[in-house]
């Protein structure tokens, strides 16, 4: 089955030929709007002219060093307008920038650096938060904002930058416990931000969108990079990442139209949004990172109805820029996946690459514009994820998700859950994905995580629930019973107050493994 954007114009207009690269829009935005406020943080603003006078600096001072296409330069800088001006100078003098957030382990960072061969590193100054001195070998080149300063050269044209250039690189997790360097190009990203305007997703004319998400994840290219269309981009602190109450003031104050959050902070803050706003607000929230569950799904899309909280689903790879597939959360429909992005092609295949029927389960599969070049230095890795895609004819290829899903009858894709995540249970193979929605649907279950467990040396599976107030496990077993066949039902349940969080914002699943015998009935 393949999965297109729906055929006609979408709000916006479709991307056009090859869409305008990223410094071409960021500058043209400063030429026609530079006094407009670009980056807010805290009590700081900054202008399109300061932004594009502080980017050329940067990208002067690393042309002065060495840095051109396809050299990788590493950003230790926290979530900023300094972040920002010195990406965008990266980007303006042909490089490609590899954030490396300041609060991460210090053996992290040196492995981030050693394994992409970065040899240049922007750094804070000295208030601002950095990694120990060892961290960066003797051989890098370490500059801080203060050391890119005016230009050696005003006069000095930067360099053109081309679509297949690459643009940044940014590190996942890997499944060997080796994180991976995914390559971008500057024609991928300049895709992905004009399939979410031709889509609607982003919509029309300025918006000040909320950055909260580290610098080291993807999700924030599609909150700062927003900054090249004209919209402005409003810091959110790191206390009020972590403090509904706290975010939810900060999103008021600031009066922002956009905010990403992955479902496990939407379920926190997603009330007190609604209760603070006034109708017509006009703040959309965008959620993904992870499945929305049913019941997040049906609380956001109550607030749309009533017209305070403007939610949608998105669904994305780094390797495939950021997002493919997305959907207004409404009322009246399940959970999905919605629609691909302009320029996206998604098909749902066996394991013989063959399209799966509707109802049938199948592994999601991208195409189109936005497919990352693949990983650093990695070309195995590459070719086992990076296929040839059947269905085109110029050579082009579609890149492996790893996700499950299947088309409903009538109409949604529906995820099914992780590859990686499926296991045998007394011989049975088992997606823990499915488990986990089949319990999630029960009234009264607000989220629900299925682990593997083992009970008297047998393999089991253990769920972790989070209930509404007077929701019993035995309503939940029943309701599993009606539900799954016996050997897929959970042996064990533990009920939890909260689901604990990685760094960004996702479910923990190694902190619930951990204690996923405690507490078990």
């Known amino acids: 089955m393949t999965l297109r954007p729906p055929a006609g114009p979408a709000p916006g207009g479709p991307p056009d030929g090859r869409p305008g690269l990223l410094p071409a829009r960021f500058l043209a935005t400063a030429s026609a709007r530079p006094d407009a406020v670009a980056v807010e943080d805290g009590g700081t603003r900054t202008t399109f002219a300061e932004l594009a006078g502080r980017s050329a600096a940067v990208a002067a001072r690393l042309l002065a060093h060495g840095v051109g296409a396809e050299t990788v330069v590493g950003l230790c800088l926290p979530r900023s307008a300094d972040f920002i001006a010195a990406a965008l100078g990266v980007l303006r003098a042909g490089g490609a920038f590899l954030p490396l957030d300041p609060a991460y382990p210090a053996d992290r960072l040196r492995y981030l650096v050693r394994d992409s061969g970065t040899t240049v590193v922007l750094t804070g100054g000295d208030d601002a938060p950095r990694p120990p001195a ?75 969108v909320g950055w909260s998400a580290s610098p080291s994840f993807d999700a924030s290219l599609q909150q ?100 493919s597939l997305w959907a207004p959360i409404t009322d009246g429909v399940e959970p999905h996946l919605g629609t691909p992005l302009p320029g996206q092609t998604v098909r749902l295949l066996d394991d013989r690459l063959r399209p799966v029927a509707v109802g049938e389960p199948g592994e999601l599969y991208v195409a189109g514009r936005t497919l990352a070049r693949g990983y650093l230095g990695r070309p195995g890795l590459t070719a086992q994820r990076f296929l040839p895609d059947p269905w085109a004819a110029d050579g082009t290829r579609m890149y492996r998700t790893g ?90 349940y533990r009920v939890v107050a909260a689901m604990p969080l990685t760094p960004a914002g996702k479910i923990d699943r190694v902190a619930l493994g951990a204690g996923v015998g405690a507490g078990a009935h």
């Open 403 to 492: 996700d499950r899903a299947r088309r409903t009858p009538d109409g949604r894709l529906e995820f099914l859950g992780r590859t990686d995540h499926q296991v045998k249970v007394r011989g049975y193979r088992v997606e823990l994905g499915e488990v986990e929605a089949a319990l999630a649907d029960c009234p009264g279950v607000l989220e629900s995580v299925v682990l593997p467990h083992t009970q008297g040396g047998v393999g089991v599976l253990a769920a972790c629930l989070r209930t509404a107030p007077g929701t019993s496990l035995e309503q939940v077993r029943a309701h599993a019973a009606l539900r799954l066949p016996e050997w897929m039902r959970p042996s064990a």
């Open 134 to 208: 060892d961290v960066f070998p003797a051989h890098l080149t370490v500059l801080s904002p203060a050391d890119a300063g005016p230009p050696p050269d005003a006069g000095t044209p930067l360099p053109a930058v081309g679509s297949g250039q690459l643009a940044y690189v940014i590190y996942t997790s890997g499944s060997t416990g080796r994180p991976k360097g995914v390559q971008v190009e500057h024609g991928a990203l300049a895709a992905f931000l004009a399939g979410l305007e031709a889509a609607g997703a982003v919509r029309p004319g300025p918006a000040r």
């Open 224 to 323: 700062w990079a927003r900054v090249c269309r004209g919209d402005t981009v409003v810091i959110v602190d790191d206390l009020a990442r972590r403090v509904p109450q706290r975010l939810v003031r900060a999103v008021t104050e600031a009066r922002l139209t956009d905010l990403d959050l992955t479902p496990g902070l939407a379920e926190l803050t997603a009330d007190r949004l609604a209760r603070a706003l006034p109708a017509g607000s006009g703040l959309r929230l965008w959620v993904g990172g992870e499945a929305v569950p049913p019941a997040l799904w049906r609380t956001l899309a109550g607030h749309r109805a009533a017209g305070v909280l403007d939610a949608v689903n998105v669904y994305g790879t780094t390797e495939t820029t950021v997002d």
